[in-house]
C-alpha cells in the first residue's frame, strides 16, 4: 500500500506568503514525515484529466520552504516524467501569475471591474452549461430510442442509503495513473480550485484506492452573501461530489462536523459520509531559538498596539474593528492604542478600506499589513497587548489558536466553532457589539495586572497542538477506512 499525498492547488500558488488551508496542507504533510509515514507527493494535471507523482522541486518556491524533510519525500515513476511535470506546472504558476498581472493592470482591482470580471465568467459558465445541456439532452434522447441503457450498475453503486442518485463520478483509467488498487490518496487542500480534481478523485477511487478527503467548513455553499458568486458555483458541486464519493471525509470542528451532516440530510438528501474532526496543529515554525527575543519586524509601532491576524474578507468582521477604533479615537485621539491588521486583502473590502485610508481620525492608528512572515509574526505577538479575532463566522479559528500558543491574550467573537479552541482561555465578545469590544480594549489597556493573570493562566494550562497530532489523527482514520474495507469484503 503507497499513501498518495495530494499537492494539487500547492503547486500553482503564487503568493509570496501562505494563508490558513495552505498552512493546514503543508501542517498536515510535515506532522507525517515525522512520525515516519512513507508518503508520495501527486497532483492532479487538468491537462492530462490525470494526477501525476511529483518531487518537491515541482512546488514553488514559497512552498518548498515551509516543507520539513523534504529528502524523506519519496516517489515513484520515471525522472523523465517528474521533470516534465515538474517544468510543465511551474509553467502554468507562471502563466497564471502573468494572466493575474495583465487582468489587475487592465481591469484594475475596484468593485466595479470585480463585477466585469464575474459577468465575463458567468457568461462563459453559461455558455457551457447550454452546450452540456444540449449533450445531456441528445444522450438521453438516444437512450430512450435505442437498446436499454448499458450504465444501470454504475447507477446502482452509486445510490445513498436514503435511495437518492449521487453525482457520478468521472471514469478514469488507472493505467495513466501511479495508484495501484489498495492505495490510499489524502486530499486535504482546496482541490476545488483545480478544474476536473474532484471527478478524477472520485473516478480513481472506484477503481479501488481509498480517498479521504477534508471539507474545512461550508461557507461558500450555506453563507453566499460572504463570497462571490463564482466561488459558489465552484464549490457545491464539488462539496457534493467529495460528501458523495470519499471513504472518509475529515473536517475541522464539530461545528462543521453538524453542519455538513445538516447539509447531507435537509438539502441533499443523502446520508453522510463516515467523518471525523481532526484537532488542526497550532505550532508556528519557530523564528529562533525558544531563549532567544525575535528580531525587530520591519513595522515597529511607537504606541501600545492590538494585532488581528486574517485575511481581510467580509466575513471576518473588520468592520467591526473599524468602528471600535472610531470610538477609541473620538473619545480620546491622544491616548488610542495601534490596531495592526495583518493579512491579504480579499472579497468585499474596498469601500471599508476607503474609508480607513481617508478617515483623518483613525487613519493613523489602523495599519494594514501583509506579506508578513513567521518572524515578524512572533515579534508581533510577543509584544502586542493583546489579539482581536472579531470573525463572524468560522470553520476553525486558527489565529486564536496561534495567539493562545504564544501566551498571549485574545480577544474573540463567539460563535460558530471559536470556543471549541479553547472555552475559557480567550475573552470572548458578540462580534456584533461594538461597544463589548471596545469595553475590552479599555480593560486590556488599563488593567495590567488583570491582563497578566490571564496570560499567565494560559500559559499555564493551554496546550499547543503539534501537526503530528493532526496527522496522527489522519492516519487513524486511514487505518479504520482499511479495516471497513476488508470487513465489507
Known amino acids: 500500500m503507497n499513501i498518495w499525498y495530494d499537492v494539487s492547488e500547492l503547486t500553482t500558488w503564487s503568493l509570496p506568503h501562505?494563508?490558513?488551508?495552505?498552512?493546514?496542507?503543508?501542517?498536515?504533510?510535515?506532522?507525517?514525515?515525522?512520525?515516519?509515514?512513507?508518503?508520495?507527493?501527486?497532483?492532479?494535471?487538468?491537462?492530462?484529466?490525470?494526477?501525476?507523482?511529483?518531487?518537491?522541486?515541482?512546488?514553488?518556491?514559497?512552498?518548498?520552504?515551509?516543507?520539513?524533510a523534504a529528502a524523506s519525500l519519496s516517489h515513484r515513476g520515471d525522472d523523465a516524467v517528474l521533470a516534465a511535470s515538474a517544468t510543465m506546472?511551474?509553467?502554468?504558476?507562471?502563466?497564471?501569475?502573468?494572466?493575474?498581472?495583465?487582468?489587475?493592470?487592465?481591469?484594475?482591482?475596484?468593485?466595479?471591474?470585480?463585477?466585469?470580471?464575474?459577468?465575463?465568467?458567468?457568461?462563459?459558465?453559461?455558455?457551457?452549461?447550454?452546450?452540456?445541456?444540449?449533450?445531456?439532452?441528445?444522450?438521453?434522447?438516444?437512450?430512450?430510442?435505442?437498446p436499454e441503457s448499458t450504465m444501470g450498475s454504475l447507477d446502482s453503486g452509486l445510490r445513498s442509503g436514503s435511495g437518492h442518485t449521487a453525482p457520478r463520478p468521472e471514469q478514469v483509467p488507472l493505467a495513466a495513473m501511479p495508484f495501484?488498487?489498495?492505495?490510499?490518496?489524502?486530499?486535504l487542500g482546496a482541490s476545488w480550485t483545480v478544474a476536473g480534481h474532484a471527478r478524477a478523485a472520485a473516478g480513481v477511487r472506484r477503481h479501488g484506492v481509498r480517498l479521504l478527503r477534508l471539507v474545512y467548513?461550508?461557507?461558500?455553499?450555506?453563507?453566499?452573501?460572504w463570497v462571490e458568486k463564482v466561488h459558489c458555483e465552484a464549490?457545491?458541486?464539488?462539496?457534493?461530489?467529495?460528501?458523495?464519493?470519499?471513504?472518509?471525509?475529515?473536517?475541522?470542528?464539530?461545528?462543521?462536523?453538524?453542519?455538513?451532516?445538516?447539509?447531507?440530510?435537509?438539502?441533499?438528501?443523502?446520508?453522510?459520509p463516515p467523518m471525523s474532526v481532526v484537532r488542526l496543529g497550532d505550532v508556528m515554525t519557530r523564528a529562533c531559538p525558544p531563549d532567544e527575543p525575535p528580531?525587530?519586524?520591519?513595522?515597529?509601532?511607537?504606541?501600545?498596539?492590538?494585532?488581528?491576524?486574517?485575511?481581510?474578507?467580509?466575513?471576518?468582521?473588520?468592520?467591526?474593528l473599524y468602528d471600535a477604533w472610531t470610538v477609541?479615537?473620538?473619545?480620546?485621539?491622544?491616548?488610542?492604542?495601534?490596531?495592526?491588521?495583518?493579512?491579504?486583502?480579499h472579497l468585499f473590502v474596498d469601500d471599508l478600506l476607503h474609508e480607513i485610508r481617508h478617515d483623518r481620525l483613525i487613519n493613523g492608528r489602523i495599519h494594514m499589513l501583509h506579506g508578513i512572515d513567521d518572524h515578524e509574526l512572533a515579534w508581533y505577538y510577543a509584544n502586542a497587548a493583546a489579539t482581536i479575532y472579531p470573525s463572524r463566522y468560522e470553520g476553525w479559528g486558527l489565529p486564536v489558536a496561534e495567539s493562545l500558543g504564544h501566551g498571549k491574550l485574545c480577544l474573540a467573537s463567539r460563535t460558530t466553532s471559536i470556543p471549541e479552541i479553547s472555552r475559557d482561555l480567550p475573552e470572548f465578545f458578540d462580534p456584533l457589539d461594538v461597544h463589548g469590544l471596545v469595553a475590552l480594549v479599555d480593560r486590556t489597556l488599563?488593567?495590567?495586572?488583570?491582563?497578566?493573570?490571564?496570560?499567565?493562566?494560559?500559559?499555564?494550562?493551554?496546550?499547543?497542538t503539534p501537526w503530528t497530532v493532526t496527522a496522527a489523527q489522519v492516519m487513524a482514520a486511514v487505518s479504520a477506512a482499511g479495516g471497513s474495507k476488508r470487513e465489507a469484503a
Open 18 to 68: 501562505l494563508t490558513g488551508i495552505q498552512r493546514t496542507t503543508i501542517g498536515i504533510l510535515n506532522g507525517l514525515v515525522e512520525n515516519g509515514v512513507p508518503v508520495r507527493l501527486v497532483g492532479y494535471d487538468p491537462k492530462r484529466h490525470a494526477f501525476v507523482p511529483l518531487s518537491v522541486q515541482a512546488l514553488p518556491a514559497t512552498v518548498r520552504g515551509h516543507i520539513k
Open 89 to 146: 506546472l511551474a509553467g502554468e504558476a507562471q502563466a497564471r501569475r502573468r494572466r493575474w498581472l495583465t487582468r489587475e493592470t487592465v481591469f484594475g482591482t475596484g468593485p466595479a471591474a470585480r463585477e466585469l470580471r464575474t459577468s465575463f465568467r458567468d457568461l462563459r459558465r453559461a455558455s457551457g452549461a447550454v452546450g452540456g445541456s444540449v449533450g445531456r439532452w441528445v444522450r438521453e434522447r438516444c437512450r430512450r430510442a435505442g
Open 180 to 187: 495501484a488498487p489498495g492505495d490510499v490518496l489524502l486530499s
Open 217 to 225: 467548513d461550508l461557507i461558500p455553499v450555506i453563507k453566499p452573501q
Open 235 to 272: 464549490v457545491e458541486p464539488w462539496a457534493d461530489n467529495v460528501l458523495s464519493h470519499s471513504d472518509h471525509v475529515f473536517t475541522i470542528s464539530e461545528s462543521s462536523r453538524r453542519e455538513i451532516a445538516q447539509y447531507c440530510a435537509d438539502e441533499r438528501g443523502f446520508d453522510p
Open 295 to 320: 528580531p525587530l519586524p520591519r513595522f515597529v509601532p511607537t504606541r501600545p498596539f492590538f494585532v488581528c491576524v486574517s485575511t481581510l474578507d467580509v466575513r471576518k468582521n473588520h468592520r467591526l
Open 328 to 345: 477609541l479615537a473620538s473619545r480620546d485621539a491622544a491616548t488610542c492604542p495601534d490596531l495592526l491588521c495583518i493579512g491579504t486583502s
Open 446 to 464: 488599563h488593567e495590567p495586572d488583570w491582563v497578566a493573570e490571564r496570560e499567565r493562566l494560559i500559559r499555564e494550562t493551554f496546550v499547543a
